[in-house]
């Protein structure tokens, strides 16, 4: 249970940092790029639109100095009575017209105002302007356009007039310039889908149509917000802003006022549409964030989940090990005390066998002086006293196994003979096998080469392969259909073989990739260190072989161990 609290308290605390550590600086960085990315597409459309309408200024102002310049150049190259003549005004116009579609008509006046000469669609001949605004301003100034109006013709247009002195007396010329044609110049700036042009007097009174609504002579609505008209007309700057029209839709608006200070031009463009592309990346950024934060969420559970199963194994592992060395640390113990078990039956042993062999001598001269005649009761005395040293020789083997098995501590490295020494290492488990019914198959070759190498380690490691194999075919077939087959020889390439096959159990393919890992066992909780073959890779290692392992489950496994050959090894 403690362990239980003790990984949730731990997955929390990972899972927090694994999302928050990537979480805060991921969030960071989209939002200072997103703030950067703003203000630069912010500032890139305004300046854009800046340019728009520095651009949309210069070309009507170039087209007011044009239309000056021809009145000018007509004023100068003619005297008062050659324009004041009809027929010679007439062709005067017919050229100007040439030079330029936009004047509609063309009118001489005298310094009292009275239009005595008129070349147009109007009969405005003989109409005195004496007291009229544009012709006052004309006189004082000598050059003058004006505001759009109604006039005499009452129909809405704008002059452009010129005034010279000469021989003591002034005289005016006036041209109407086609409204239309200037109209559509002014509107055709196009910004996306909703830009427009258009130009206001400093009444707020349109000077052309605004596309959205704004007819000719009609007063802007909103003029009175835009920030221009408190600038006192001075300088030529392009102001930006960005307001909400009567509908309450608000635009971005570039404002700057003509060279005359009597026109505002105004280019502006709903601000939906003038930030359309900061609006779709933002839904990019939102998504972006979306999918990342999904991301980096999705993936601290994952994380999370692993590191802490990881844990988890890990603690398993440990306790597992540390089970496994007290049992190791018991089994060394054993060892120790089996080997002294075997040193001190050595001893009686000793003494029984010189006691059968003085009771063998006494018999054999008993029967030889007559003392004992021959008789059945003599013959079974001699049979029993042969057993007696049979089992007196293989308990002594037994133990003088146990004594060398021992006493190794240190390698002795010396040549082995395999042809003896396996045989010798199979005797040590020979009755375990007989026990559980297993048929025990030697196939030594006689040519199988020397080896070079301790002799106490490689018994160590055949008889942890005997024994695993034993273990194996009794967990498959219990008691009775059991084969061990052990074969030595000379490979191909020079090396010895020692191959050890068993009908057992098997070993999965996942397991075979661990076999030889430390502390990997497939035997049950408490009856396997994991250490065996670990062990025995590394010896033979240490011999300069190898060993492998070819197994599939339910149908047996070889161990084969390749190792140099003596002659080799001495080299």
């Known amino acids: 249970m403690e362990k239980n609290h003790h990984y949730a308290s731990m997955k929390k605390l990972i899972l927090a940092s694994m999302i928050l550590l990537p979480l805060i600086p991921f969030t960071l960085t989209l939002i200072i790029g997103y703030s950067h990315f703003t203000s630069s597409i912010e500032n890139t459309t305004i300046a854009s639109?800046?340019?728009i309408v520095g651009d949309h200024?210069?070309?009507?102002e170039s087209f007011l100095e044009e239309r000056k310049a021809n009145l000018e150049f007509v004023l100068h190259s003619y005297t008062f009575e050659e324009l004041s003549h009809p027929e010679s005004l007439h062709e005067i116009f017919i050229r100007l017209q040439k030079e330029s579609s936009a004047f509609v008509d063309m009118g001489v006046f005298n310094e009292e105002g009275v239009h005595v000469a008129y070349e147009g669609p109007y009969k405005l001949t003989g109409k005195i302007y004496k007291e009229t605004d544009w012709f006052v301003e004309v006189l004082k100034k000598g050059y003058y356009i004006s505001n759009i109006y109604l006039g005499f013709r009452q129909v809405p247009h704008f002059i452009i007039a010129a005034a010279r002195e000469?021989?003591?007396?002034k005289w005016v010329i006036r041209a109407t310039?086609?409204?239309?044609?200037f109209n559509t110049m002014v509107k055709k700036v196009r910004?996306?889908?909703?830009?427009?042009?258009y130009l206001l007097n400093t009444e707020g009174i349109f000077q052309t149509d605004r596309r959205s609504g704004g007819n000719l002579m009609d007063t802007d609505p909103d003029h009175k917000n835009y920030p221009t008209f408190s600038l006192s007309f001075e300088g030529e700057d392009i102001d930006s802003f960005i307001l909400p029209d009567m509908k309450g839709d608000k635009h971005l608006y570039a404002t700057t006022w003509l060279k005359n200070k009597r026109w505002l031009l105004v280019v502006r463009q709903e601000k939906a549409d003038a930030f359309e592309s900061l609006r779709n990346a933002s839904y990019l950024i939102i998504i972006i964030c979306l999918?990342?934060?999904v991301a980096i969420v999705a993936t601290a559970f994952y994380m999370t989940e692993k590191i802490v199963k990881r844990m988890s194994q890990t603690d398993t592992e440990k306790d597992q090990l540390q089970e496994q060395l007290i049992r190791a640390h018991r089994l060394a113990e054993l060892g120790?005390?089996?080997a002294g078990f075997a040193h001190e039956i050595n001893n009686p042993l000793q003494i029984i066998k010189s006691e059968q062999s003085l009771i063998e001598m006494n018999l054999t001269e008993m029967k030889e002086k007559g003392i004992l005649p021959p008789s059945e009761s003599t013959d079974e005395i001699a049979d029993s006293m042969n057993q007696t040293k049979l089992q007196i020789d293989r308990c002594s083997a037994i133990t003088q196994a146990i004594l060398k098995f021992g006493r190794q501590s240190k390698p002795v490295i010396q040549d082995v003979d395999l042809r003896d020494f396996v045989p010798e290492v199979?005797?040590?488990?020979?009755k375990k096998a007989s026990v559980h019914g297993i048929d025990v198959k030697r196939n030594i070759a006689e040519n199988t080469p020397m080896i070079h190498g301790d002799p106490g380690q490689l018994q160590q490691v055949l008889l942890n392969l005997y024994n695993n194999a034993i273990d194996a075919v009794v967990e498959r077939h219990g008691s009775q259909g059991g084969k061990l087959i052990i074969r030595t020889g000379r490979t191909e390439k020079g090396k010895v073989e020692i191959s050890v096959t068993d009908n057992g159990a098997g070993i999965s393919p996942e397991n075979q990739k661990k076999i030889f890992s430390p502390f990997f066992t497939t035997k049950p909780v408490g009856k396997g260190t994991g250490l065996g073959l670990s062990v025995c890779y590394g010896i033979i290692d240490s011999m300069g072989g190898t060993m492998t392992v070819s197994s599939e489950k339910g149908v047996g496994t070889t161990f084969t161990i390749y190792l140099p050959m003596a002659s080799i090894s001495e080299k």
């Open 57 to 60: 200024r210069h070309m009507i």
């Open 191 to 197: 910004i996306g889908k909703t830009g427009e042009a």
């Open 49 to 51: 639109m800046k340019r």
């Open 426 to 430: 199979l005797n040590m488990v020979a």
């Open 336 to 338: 120790e005390m089996a």
């Open 291 to 293: 999918i990342g934060g």
């Open 177 to 181: 310039i086609d409204s239309y044609l």
């Open 166 to 169: 000469s021989e003591g007396r």
